[in-house]
């Protein structure tokens, strides 16, 4: 598995110029489908890119963590 080279995939398929805001629009579904899809092949093709896939999805499972358990217990919290 070394990196040899490139693949010839690497070079029909270049990466989007800003694969990483790509990237958060496609987690967050806000890509049009032709565009979700078309990077979809791209990225599952670009190690580089699913590397930026991969790392956007743990910032954005993050900030929902922290959005959600942020352990304050304000928000419902049944009290008598
Ligand atoms: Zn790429």
Redesign the pocket.
Known sequence: MARKGFSPL?TL????PQ?DELAEAYCLHRLPESDSVQFEI??L??????E?IESTKEFLASIRLALAGGGSGTEAEPRA
């Open positions: 690497r398929l270049n990466c989007p694969a791209h990225f093709t670009c190690p580089d890119c699913s930026v």
